[in-house]
């Protein structure tokens, strides 16, 4: 098991869960992942990050799988610009690669939104730290777990 897929797993054990991690293979879409655990699409939670370009920090929108991020109410929600967070900007603030990030069990703090449209369900799915495994969990604890705070940011 990889050190990331061991750091979620761990968080949210730490939280009092006990995770559903199945392996879906390379999931390169939100669809292919909802295929893969038989969801609907917008119960995969898509972890979005920006670099803010003033702070120079990554920030994350925690998104419905078939929900878009408008980077102009992004923007506003943050307080500052947001461009395109690189590989290593993502490794260094999350603990994650790009494509694996999890919305949980990251290395450094993080400033993070999460789209209300996932809170329509009471399951999500979202990645356990590799671009291979997801996670299951009630989609009503992601806010606490992750200190998303619920915010129109979609196109």
């Keep these: 098991m990889s050190k990331s897929l ?3 797993r ?3 054990e730490a939280a009092g869960q006990t995770p559903e991690i199945r392996e879906v293979g390379q999931a390169r879409t939100a669809q292919e992942a909802a295929d893969s655990v038989g969801c609907e699409i917008d119960q995969i939670a898509k972890s979005i990050i920006f670099r803010a370009e003033e702070s120079g920090d990554a920030v994350l929108f925690l998104t419905a ?3 878009k991020v ?3 109410k992004a923007s506003a929600l943050a307080g500052e610009p947001l461009g395109k967070a690189d590989a290593a900007l993502i490794r260094a ?3 994650f690669a790009i494509g694996g990030v999890s919305p949980v069990g990251h ?3 993080i400033r993070a939104w999460i789209d209300p449209r996932l809170l329509d369900f009471d399951m999500v799915w979202a990645a356990a730290g590799t671009p291979r495994h997801v996670f299951a969990l009630d989609a009503h604890l992601l806010p606490e777990l992750t200190g998303a705070t619920p915010a129109a940011f979609t196109l």
């Design 10 to 12: 761990a968080a949210l």
């Design 65 to 67: 799988g078939g929900n």
């Design 93 to 95: 603030q999350t603990g």
């Design 107 to 109: 290395l450094n703090p």
């Design 6 to 8: 061991k750091r979620v």
């Design 70 to 72: 408008c980077a102009d």
